[in-house]
T-cell receptor, first 114, second 111 residues
């Protein structure tokens, strides 16, 4: 399966600032996704990163708060904007090659907001 | 509404003590059910995909089964290294390829 690298692995940020998280895959993939895993909780899909077009956001998530880029088939970024303590979470990138096939995950970015 | 429920929330086993984890789901037209293992500080690691009722998959001490309403992850003679959180997810119909995750079962296997 693809090797997925996320940067940074963790960060501590000040309230009101923004952070961009990078996801790099070692091979071209059809689909890339961004999930959030709040402390002690399971994974919730934020959005699907579409190559060459705007991301598709899930209910409860908006582009102004979580802008996403996907310039090619191996790279995507997620920005967490105007952060508040409620944004403290693990943010995970996943990739998929086809429908009905498993998604594979990076190790996540652990974000704490002070 | 599509939903995935896992039980128990936490499970403590003695090494060698077999048990099962449950994943019940309600989804209109299951495309696939996925089991993942997540270790602390890591992303979920893919274990199995199940597509239709009656299907079974096996890997080392783990065996996953699927019915029309639920899936079981059976752990036979577990070892301490099997300690992790086990996540179940379903893929709903439609074109979004979205995975809906359960809240997971935290498994601790004591030596």
């Amino acid at each position: 399966s693809a090797v997925i690298s996320q940067k940074p692995s963790r960060d501590i940020c000040q309230r009101g600032t923004s952070l961009t998280i990078q996801c790099q895959v070692d091979s071209q993939v059809t689909m890339m996704f961004w999930y959030r895993q709040q402390p002690g909780q399971s994974l919730t899909l934020i959005a699907t990163a579409n190559q060459g077009s705007e991301a598709t956001y899930e209910s409860g998530f908006v582009i102004d708060k979580f802008p996403i880029s996907r310039p090619n088939l191996t790279f995507s970024t997620l920005t967490v904007s105007n952060m508040s303590p409620e944004d403290s979470s693990i943010y995970l990138c996943s990739v998929g090659t086809d429908v009905n096939q498993p998604q594979h995950f990076g190790d996540g970015t652990r974000l704490s907001i002070l | 509404e599509d939903q995935v429920t896992q039980s128990p929330e936490a499970l403590r086993l003695q090494e060698g003590e077999s048990s099962s984890l449950n994943c019940s789901y309600t989804v209109s037209g299951l495309r696939g059910l996925f089991w993942y293992r997540q270790d602390p500080g890591k992303g979920p690691e893919f274990l199995f995909t199940l597509y239709s009722a009656g299907e079974e998959k096996e890997k080392e001490r783990l065996k996953a089964t699927l019915t029309k309403k639920e899936s079981f992850l059976h752990i036979t003679a577990p070892k301490p290294e099997d300690s992790a959180t086990y996540l179940c997810a379903v893929q709903a119909p439609g074109s979004s390829y979205k995975l809906i995750f359960g809240s997971g079962t935290r498994l601790l296997v004591r030596p």
